[in-house]
């Protein structure tokens, strides 16, 4: 039985690892193009702003501890170009330039997604970068000691932008942020978002709302982004206005796709094609809220999904219920943490959606040291079901979304949730939790 | 319609501030013994710690806010001594002596718990203190001055003593604790337990178990605990040795008493007698988790009982579905949390528990500043389904108890909660939360 995985990150390491456990007997093959695997692509922005640390850090497992220890036939430097799902073989490019083909039984992509580089002049240049694999956190980070980088010009504003933008300043590293649509965060409520967007301003990051760029152009000292009406000078631009799952090699064979051009997957993670298998940042997922096919590319359903497939494979039967689009970030002092749909989401669906938006303490009456907590939670009138909430704070939201992601998948009425027994102790939040004063509220209105 | 309160603390005016909004012409009565209402109990060993507060910080609404602008006939220094169920009425004493009866439409007892005094020589002297009033905090922290107290005995080590026992250490206070039985948190898993007793014990406390008080003696410069093998001076004795809740009122007027003598309620926190609700810590609740009756007095349960009643006495049915038994406390760097069963607790009752116990980090893989978190987690090995979790850490412990405890209220089996979406970025969490990891662990084995 030969196993053969495409991508050696998260899903595709995950799934190897797990194979060799369930079954230790099975080929298993780990195809990976680049020469780092299992590394903590998160990681690098808070890397990149301790110039004293090395990306290598990030490295959770070196490659020889696959090979020796778990028996993994991990090969590196091996570039797939083609499936073949005719002859269950794919074929590829060495490093050495060789080429190479391979048969399967069973065969999972794990390819990821790839940073979306706008199709504009000067997006090429030297400086222009942008961050996916580890050796993009290497090139920046070799950039801005080399060029003794003083300003960064960063596109988007994202959560890769906004963590990136934290790391460039914590480095003393002047920084605009700009994109072209008008609204900071767009999935996010407003009052939300504009604590964040203050955070970032008190941070002397300046941002640029509405502005289409043109190009990029080299100048004598450096790099220009060209924009309608406006011109910013930097040193190095950092491009991230968002990614795109690497699905060619699934759409050349044919195979299923779905939301974004992911790569569509049953619930055992296999494609349209009964032996091909789909996982991480690739895959699509089905969402616990809408039952709907969604694509979220985050670490953990990554990490789940590889081992998913590595049972199914391996003959134990798995099957992910799917996500709930739970994602946290921090930004300088600020964590942003949301679960389920916003406001904008739900209406496009079959929802008839109501909100609370409720200002509330991270600790309790007279407590020292308590900041402000906010929370947007979203409730379905039609239902009475929960199915969103956002937070914003210095403390405690990272953790608090949990609660909310626990009763999405478990289909909860906001009825239902607000009777949760949540934890109180004064250094941790008010006795009412901001989450139960958010659901108090939405229980009024819904 | 006459609403007659009896306990003006989170219970009592949590219901009388609702009973008013929902009814404003409802005649809403409170009879408080003391002359503080509404302040925050579990605040008071912070309070306590920092020498420049004082006691009335705590105070989370005056009297006069409740008088004046919410309208309710609060009568402090209002005794009550007798309920006559027959004449629907309430006797008492007024702190100037003279006497009172009331007429009651609807009756809410809140009248809360209070701390358990062994009954043993001693426990009576000067210096020797319990904690449950503002006055009891007031007491301590004038006694702490006056007398420039460097040596304090806590004896038991519940929560309350050890939050008692940190504030201790903040002020420079050598303390010792001890307790007559030989388990230090006796319904913790043992690992959990033994990195709270060596945070406690690093702090310069110092634990003696299994040490059976005999009695408190008064010595020429202090007080001395004795007890068979062992004699610890000091100049203060602080007891916290548990609660109990106050239900003679209840009892004396023949209503049905529930779990550790509480006053037994329905869902609709009403009690034997269809006139009369209890809520808050006098009164019972179900346990989400066993179906059964249950005794667990914290500050949520109060405050969302006080509503609960105000809303049925007003005519807008509620009914409580139960607690989880969530808590959570700080004693020193460290955080212990937890929800549901432990394994002792399981076994007694129809379980069949299984559980796994793991250690985690607290931040990612590489991520600075990251510490360790040990959880336990509960399955029942018959239904499948998550009954408990505890968690002890330096950080991320607290909230991220909530999403266990919702999983406990939606009944979800460990199969289910190990699917959940949980949030991940690096300075809050591994890709697998310590959560996911112990059930991922536990699904092995149940």
Same mark, same amino acid.
Not at 98 to 114: H, I, N, V, W
Not at 247 to 270: H, M, N, R, W
């Given at each position: 039985?030969?196993?053969?995985?495409?991508?050696?990150?998260?899903?595709?390491?995950?799934?190897?690892?797990?194979?060799?456990?369930?079954?230790?007997?099975?080929?298993?093959?780990?195809?990976?193009?680049?020469?780092?695997?299992?590394?903590?692509?998160?990681?690098?922005?808070?890397?990149?702003?301790?110039?004293?640390?090395?990306?290598?850090?990030?490295?959770?497992?070196?490659a020889?501890?696959?090979?020796?220890?778990?028996?993994?036939?991990?090969?590196?430097?091996?570039?797939?170009?083609?499936?073949?799902?005719?002859?269950?073989?794919?074929? &590829?490019? $060495?490093?050495?330039?060789?080429?190479?083909? *391979?048969?399967?039984?069973?065969?999972?992509? %794990?390819? +990821?997604a @790839? =940073?979306?580089?706008?199709?504009?002049?000067?997006?090429?240049?030297?400086?222009?970068?942008?961050?996916?694999?580890?050796?993009?956190?290497?090139?920046?980070?070799?950039?801005?000691?080399?060029?003794?980088?003083?300003?960064?010009?960063v596109?988007?504003?994202?959560?890769?932008?906004?963590?990136?933008?934290?790391?460039?300043?914590?480095?003393?590293?002047?920084?605009?942020?700009?994109?072209?649509?008008?609204?900071?965060i767009?999935?996010?409520?407003?009052?939300?978002?504009?604590?964040?967007?203050?955070?970032?301003e008190?941070?002397?990051?300046?941002?640029?709302?509405g502005?289409?760029?043109?190009?990029?152009?080299?100048?004598?000292? &450096?790099? $220009?982004?060209?924009?309608?009406?406006?011109? *910013?000078?930097c040193?190095?631009?950092?491009? %991230?206005? +968002?990614? @795109? =799952?690497?699905?060619?090699?699934?759409?050349d064979?044919?195979?299923?796709?779905?939301?974004?051009?992911?790569?569509?997957?049953?619930?055992?993670?296999?494609?349209?094609?009964?032996?091909?298998?789909?996982?991480?940042d690739?895959?699509d997922?089905?969402?616990?809220?809408?039952?709907?096919?969604?694509?979220?590319?985050?670490?953990?359903?990554?990490?789940?999904?590889g081992w998913?497939?590595?049972?199914?494979?391996?003959?134990?039967?798995?099957?992910?219920?799917?996500?709930?689009?739970?994602?946290?970030f921090k930004?300088?002092?600020?964590?942003?943490?949301?679960?389920?749909?916003?406001?904008?989401?739900?209406?496009?669906?079959?929802?008839?959606?109501?909100?609370?938006?409720?200002?509330?303490?991270?600790?309790a009456?007279?407590?020292?040291?308590?900041?402000?907590?906010?929370?947007?939670?979203?409730?379905?009138?039609?239902?009475?079901?929960?199915?969103?909430?956002?937070?914003?704070?210095?403390?405690?939201?990272?953790?608090?979304?949990?609660?909310?992601?626990v009763?999405?998948?478990?289909?909860?009425?906001?009825?239902?949730?607000?009777?949760?027994?949540?934890?109180?102790?004064?250094?941790?939040?008010?006795?009412?939790?901001?989450?139960?004063?958010?659901a108090?509220?939405?229980?009024?209105?819904?």
């Amino acid at each position: 039985m030969k196993f053969i995985i495409i991508g050696g990150d998260a899903a595709g390491m995950s799934a190897a690892s797990r194979a060799k456990r369930n079954r230790p007997d099975m080929d298993v093959i780990v195809l990976e193009k680049t020469f780092d695997v299992s590394y903590s692509a998160c990681g690098m922005p808070y890397n990149l702003a301790d110039s004293k640390r090395s990306m290598d850090d990030l490295v959770v497992r070196q490659a020889d501890v696959f090979r020796d220890r778990q028996k993994i036939d991990l090969r590196t430097g091996h570039l797939v170009e083609a499936i073949d799902i005719n002859r269950k073989a794919v074929r &590829g490019t $060495k490093h050495d330039g060789s080429k190479f083909e *391979l048969p399967y039984d069973k065969l999972l992509l %794990a390819t +990821g997604a @790839s =940073p979306v580089i706008p199709k504009l002049p000067g997006f090429d240049l030297l400086g222009v970068t942008n961050m996916k694999s580890l050796d993009d956190g290497r090139i920046i980070k070799q950039f801005i000691t080399d060029n003794k980088v003083k300003n960064v010009v960063v596109i988007g504003m994202g959560y890769i932008a906004l963590e990136m933008c934290e790391a460039f300043r914590a480095l003393g590293i002047e920084v605009d942020m700009i994109k072209p649509r008008s609204v900071f965060i767009p999935w996010m409520n407003d009052k939300l978002a504009s604590a964040i967007k203050t955070e970032v301003e008190n941070n002397n990051v300046r941002i640029y709302l509405g502005h289409s760029i043109e190009k990029i152009v080299k100048t004598e000292d &450096g790099l $220009k982004v060209i924009c309608r009406n406006l011109d *910013l000078s930097c040193q190095m631009v950092f491009v %991230a206005v +968002g990614i @795109s =799952p690497n699905s060619q090699l699934a759409q050349d064979a044919g195979l299923e796709l779905g939301p974004s051009g992911s790569i569509s997957v049953d619930k055992t993670l296999c494609t349209s094609n009964p032996d091909i298998y789909a996982a991480g940042d690739c895959a699509d997922a089905y969402h616990v809220v809408t039952g709907r096919k969604t694509w979220i590319p985050v670490a953990l359903r990554a990490n789940r999904g590889g081992w998913a497939v590595a049972d199914n494979v391996t003959g134990v039967k798995a099957e992910l219920q799917g996500v709930a689009g739970t994602a946290v970030f921090k930004v300088f002092d600020i964590q942003v943490a949301r679960t389920g749909l916003g406001m904008d989401e739900a209406k496009e669906l079959d929802f008839e959606p109501v909100e609370a938006v409720i200002e509330s303490r991270s600790r309790a009456h007279a407590h020292p040291g308590s900041s402000s907590i906010l929370v947007q939670m979203v409730g379905d009138r039609k239902s009475g079901r929960l199915i969103g909430v956002q937070m914003v704070g210095k403390e405690g939201v990272a953790h608090r979304i949990n609660a909310a992601a626990v009763a999405l998948h478990a289909g909860m009425t906001v009825d239902e949730f607000v009777q949760s027994d949540l934890a109180y102790a004064p250094p941790f939040s008010p006795v009412w939790d901001p989450m139960l004063t958010a659901a108090n509220q939405l229980l009024k209105r819904i």
